[in-house]
Protein backbone atom coordinates (compact mmCIF):
# COMPACT_ATOMS: atom_id res chain seq x y z
CA UNK A 1 0.00 0.00 0.00
CA UNK A 2 1.62 3.58 -0.72
CA UNK A 3 2.45 5.71 1.84
CA UNK A 4 0.78 9.02 2.05
CA UNK A 5 2.88 12.70 3.03
CA UNK A 6 1.18 14.18 5.75
CA UNK A 7 4.30 15.22 6.99
CA UNK A 8 5.85 18.56 6.37
CA UNK A 9 9.26 17.54 6.09
CA UNK A 10 8.03 15.03 3.22
CA UNK A 11 6.56 17.58 1.27
CA UNK A 12 9.53 20.03 1.41
CA UNK A 13 11.89 16.76 0.28
CA UNK A 14 9.32 16.65 -2.45
CA UNK A 15 9.45 20.90 -3.34
CA UNK A 16 13.34 20.68 -3.02
CA UNK A 17 13.43 17.23 -5.30
CA UNK A 18 11.33 19.18 -7.91
CA UNK A 19 13.29 22.12 -7.90
CA UNK A 20 16.71 20.03 -8.82
CA UNK A 21 14.13 18.28 -11.28
CA UNK A 22 14.50 15.06 -10.15
CA UNK A 23 11.88 12.10 -10.83
CA UNK A 24 9.08 11.81 -8.00
CA UNK A 25 7.06 9.13 -6.84
CA UNK A 26 3.06 8.85 -7.20
CA UNK A 27 2.54 10.15 -3.67
CA UNK A 28 4.72 12.87 -4.17
CA UNK A 29 3.17 13.92 -7.04
CA UNK A 30 -0.04 13.54 -5.65
CA UNK A 31 1.05 15.24 -2.65
CA UNK A 32 2.38 18.22 -4.65
CA UNK A 33 -0.53 18.11 -7.02
CA UNK A 34 -2.86 19.31 -4.34
CA UNK A 35 -0.63 22.53 -3.68
CA UNK A 36 -1.52 25.51 -5.56
CA UNK A 37 0.44 28.30 -6.63
CA UNK A 38 0.00 29.98 -3.49
CA UNK A 39 0.18 27.74 -1.31
CA UNK A 40 3.99 26.79 -2.35
CA UNK A 41 4.36 30.68 -1.86
CA UNK A 42 2.86 31.39 1.42
CA UNK A 43 3.34 28.26 3.35
CA UNK A 44 7.49 26.89 1.67
CA UNK A 45 8.28 30.91 1.38
CA UNK A 46 9.16 30.14 -2.83
CA UNK A 47 9.03 33.18 -4.88
CA UNK A 48 6.71 33.44 -8.00
CA UNK A 49 9.25 31.55 -10.17
CA UNK A 50 10.49 29.00 -7.95
CA UNK A 51 6.43 27.93 -7.36
CA UNK A 52 5.92 27.77 -11.32
CA UNK A 53 9.10 25.68 -11.82
CA UNK A 54 7.93 23.18 -9.36
CA UNK A 55 4.03 23.75 -10.50
CA UNK A 56 5.54 23.24 -13.98
CA UNK A 57 7.68 19.83 -12.82
CA UNK A 58 4.43 18.31 -11.40
CA UNK A 59 3.27 18.21 -14.61
CA UNK A 60 6.32 16.79 -16.37
CA UNK A 61 6.02 13.77 -13.82
CA UNK A 62 2.36 13.63 -14.18
CA UNK A 63 3.23 12.73 -18.05
CA UNK A 64 6.27 10.48 -16.94
CA UNK A 65 4.32 8.22 -14.58
CA UNK A 66 1.46 7.88 -17.38
CA UNK A 67 3.62 6.91 -19.91
CA UNK A 68 5.86 4.76 -17.53
CA UNK A 69 2.34 3.19 -16.31
CA UNK A 70 1.48 1.62 -19.92
CA UNK A 71 4.67 -0.37 -20.28
CA UNK A 72 5.58 -1.24 -16.84
CA UNK A 73 2.81 -0.83 -14.71
CA UNK A 74 3.07 1.06 -11.18
CA UNK A 75 1.90 -0.49 -8.40
CA UNK A 76 -1.28 1.67 -6.59
CA UNK A 77 -1.00 3.98 -9.48
CA UNK A 78 -4.47 5.66 -10.52
CA UNK A 79 -3.81 7.44 -14.00
CA UNK A 80 -4.57 11.36 -14.05
CA UNK A 81 -7.18 12.82 -16.44
CA UNK A 82 -4.02 14.18 -18.49
CA UNK A 83 -2.98 12.95 -21.78
CA UNK A 84 0.47 11.07 -22.66
CA UNK A 85 0.53 14.01 -25.17
CA UNK A 86 1.97 17.59 -24.89
CA UNK A 87 -0.18 18.63 -27.98
CA UNK A 88 -3.48 17.48 -25.74
CA UNK A 89 -6.25 18.59 -26.87
CA UNK A 90 -5.14 19.71 -29.90
CA UNK A 91 -5.74 17.02 -32.62
CA UNK A 92 -2.85 17.08 -35.01
CA UNK A 93 -4.87 15.12 -37.69
CA UNK A 94 -7.32 17.65 -37.77
CA UNK A 95 -7.20 20.51 -40.09
CA UNK A 96 -7.62 23.71 -37.82
CA UNK A 97 -8.20 26.94 -39.62
CA UNK A 98 -6.18 30.06 -38.42
CA UNK A 99 -9.54 31.20 -36.75
CA UNK A 100 -10.34 27.54 -35.15
CA UNK A 101 -6.91 27.57 -33.97
CA UNK A 102 -7.05 30.94 -32.23
CA UNK A 103 -10.38 30.03 -30.40
CA UNK A 104 -9.37 26.96 -29.66
CA UNK A 105 -5.90 28.52 -27.77
CA UNK A 106 -8.33 31.05 -26.24
CA UNK A 107 -10.29 28.30 -25.25
CA UNK A 108 -7.49 26.85 -23.23
CA UNK A 109 -5.73 29.98 -21.97
CA UNK A 110 -8.93 30.46 -20.42
CA UNK A 111 -9.94 27.07 -19.06
CA UNK A 112 -5.93 27.56 -17.38
CA UNK A 113 -6.24 30.84 -15.78
CA UNK A 114 -10.14 29.46 -14.21
CA UNK A 115 -8.29 26.71 -12.41
Keep these: MRRKLNESAD ?3 AIAK ?9 AEV ?9 DLM ?5 DHVLANKVANHIKAQQYRQNAQNQYTPLADFSPS ?4 TRSFPISE ?10 SLVFRLL ?6
Design 11 to 13: VEL
Design 18 to 26: SLNQANLSA
Design 30 to 38: EALHELSTR
Design 42 to 46: VDYEL
Design 81 to 84: DTSL
Design 93 to 102: TKKLTSTQFK
Design 110 to 115: KEERNR
